[in-house]
T-cell receptor, first 118, second 118 residues
Framework: AQKITQTQPGMFVQEKEAVTLDCTYD???????LFWYKQPSSGEMIFLIY??????QNATEGRYSLNFQKARKSANLVISASQLGDSAMYFC???????????????FGKGTLLTVNP | NAGVMQNPRHLVRRRGQEARLRCSPM?????VYWYRQLPEEGLKFMVY????????ESGMPKERFSAEFPKEGPSILRIQQVVRGDSAAYFC????????????????FGEGSWLTVV
């Protein structure tokens, strides 16, 4: 079984500053994928960034980077130069990467509500 | 490319009525997933379908819920005799392949269908 823990129910950041959203995970799988999704107030789920457990380098996508520390089982999302439009709910998720298993099934955390202040 | 299309975005049903939610996957995607998001919770897996086949319905409630993905047309999630506890956001997602690794198999979500049972 897989489990995602997001310990920050809410976070505040000033516009143009960087912010880190925490995510820890638990799994018995050797290979897995980690995802971050953004859910603005309009409700849609927007894919942000992906990290494979076998990737040696941390993933980056524009202002988003994933601070992956495998030994600590953490996959924190770093947003640089925050913008007002970044205010949203952020979900960390994972799925196993193994043949023959339920590797299509995403497990989500409960999310962190980020508010960017002007 | 059009993303994952869901309709209706919002649906209100009285207790005992049926709710029918539709999902058209992204072009080129043949794997469809349904997730449910209860208030202030992360998404929970319900069912995984390929064309004309239910692959995994382990997250579906045993009664009143059913899903299909016919050869032609969208995937349908059907909830019969709705109760207040069914009020939630229902997300459809799709992917090109079943999860065998890599960011190329990212799962993309639709905008969700918000069901309110009164």
């Amino acid at each position: 079984a897989q489990k995602i823990t997001q310990t920050q129910p809410g976070m505040f950041v000033q516009e143009k500053e960087a912010v880190t959203l925490d995510c820890t995970y638990d799994t018995s799988d050797q290979s897995y994928g980690l995802f971050w999704y953004k859910q603005p107030s309009s409700g849609e789920m927007i894919f942000l960034i992906y990290q494979g457990s076998y990737d040696e380098q941390n993933a980056t996508e524009g202002r988003y980077s994933l601070n992956f520390q495998k030994a600590r089982k953490s996959a924190n999302l770093v947003i640089s130069a925050s913008q007002l439009g970044d205010s949203a709910m952020y979900f960390c998720a994972m799925r196993p990467l193994r043949s023959g298993g339920s590797n299509y099934k995403l497990t989500f955390g409960k999310g962190t509500l980020l508010t960017v202040n002007p | 490319n059009a993303g994952v299309m869901q309709n209706p975005r919002h649906l209100v049903r009285r207790r005992g009525q049926e709710a029918r939610l539709r999902c058209s996957p992204m072009k080129g995607h043949s794997h469809v997933y349904w997730y449910r998001q209860l208030p202030e919770e992360g998404l929970k897996f319900m069912v995984y379908l390929q064309k004309e086949n239910i692959i995994d319905e382990s997250g579906m409630p045993k009664e009143r819920f059913s899903a299909e993905f016919p050869k032609e047309g969208p995937s349908i999630l059907r909830i019969q005799q709705v109760v207040r506890g069914d009020s939630a956001a229902y997300f459809c997602a799709s992917s090109r392949f079943e999860g065998t690794g890599g960011s190329g198999n990212t799962i993309y979500f639709g905008e969700g269908s918000w069901l309110t049972v009164v």
